[in-house]
């Protein structure tokens, strides 16, 4: 069993839609990492959010980390071909553990 | 800087038979990782070192063994294959302190037929 829930897994789009990636646990962490991953690559860090309620913004993306710090969102707003990839979200308490990913896909 | 590297890029062999990946960074980090990649299941964590010199478990140790050489390296080793460890794995480091950004290597495709 994931200790962290991704959803969905996988989603295709339009260019220039808007989505939003879920991830969920019932466990609680000291923070959460979104991270992006490329076909043939490891995955890269994309943002850290480690207050409960905290907002971030990176660009286009808008990353939110629950208030009781069991779930984050990822928001991400008129999606571009560069977006693709897989999206995955990892919850820190002592070591890293990773949600299964959603795959991305957007289509010019 | 090279960041983290990891060899070989590929790697294909029979069961039973036994191979080491290798893993080295350059950037002076404590903590390493092994983490294996498989098709809707993430990224599970196989055998970590927070600090050279230390090696603990992770969720999927099982056929599995580490040794940190010395702070830059931390090789991963398969010692009678079973086509279960099929799987794309990476390394991994990072500072070392709580939720500092981890590092990834490239990846290691391994088949076991």
């Known amino acids: 069993t994931q200790l962290l829930e991704q959803s969905p897994q996988f989603l295709s789009i339009q260019e220039g839609e808007n989505l939003t990636v879920y991830c969920n646990s019932s466990s609680v962490f000291s923070s959460l990492q979104w991270y992006r991953q490329e076909p043939g690559e490891g995955p890269v860090l994309l943002v850290t959010v480690v207050t409960g309620g905290e907002v971030k913004k990176l660009k286009r993306l808008t990353f939110q980390f629950g208030d009781a710090r069991k779930d984050s969102s990822l928001h991400i707003t008129a999606a571009q071909p560069g977006d693709t990839g897989l999206y995955l979200c990892?919850?820190?308490?002592?070591?890293?553990?990773f949600g299964s990913g959603t795959k991305l896909n957007v289509k010019p | 800087n090279a960041g983290v590297t990891q060899t070989p890029k590929f790697q294909v062999l029979k069961t039973g038979q036994s191979m080491t990946l290798q893993c080295a960074q350059d950037m002076n980090h404590n903590s390493m990782y092994w983490y294996r990649q498989d098709p809707g299941m993430g990224l599970r964590l196989i055998y970590y070192s927070a600090s050279e010199g230390t090696t603990d478990k992770g969720e999927v140790p099982n056929g599995y063994n580490v040794s940190r050489l010395n702070k830059r390296e931390f090789s991963l080793r398969l010692e009678s294959a079973a086509p279960s460890q099929t799987s794309v794995y990476f390394c991994a480091s990072n500072p070392g302190q709580g939720y500092n950004e981890q590092f990834f290597g490239p990846g290691t495709r391994l088949t076991v037929l």
């Open positions: 990892a919850g820190v308490f002592n070591k890293f553990y």
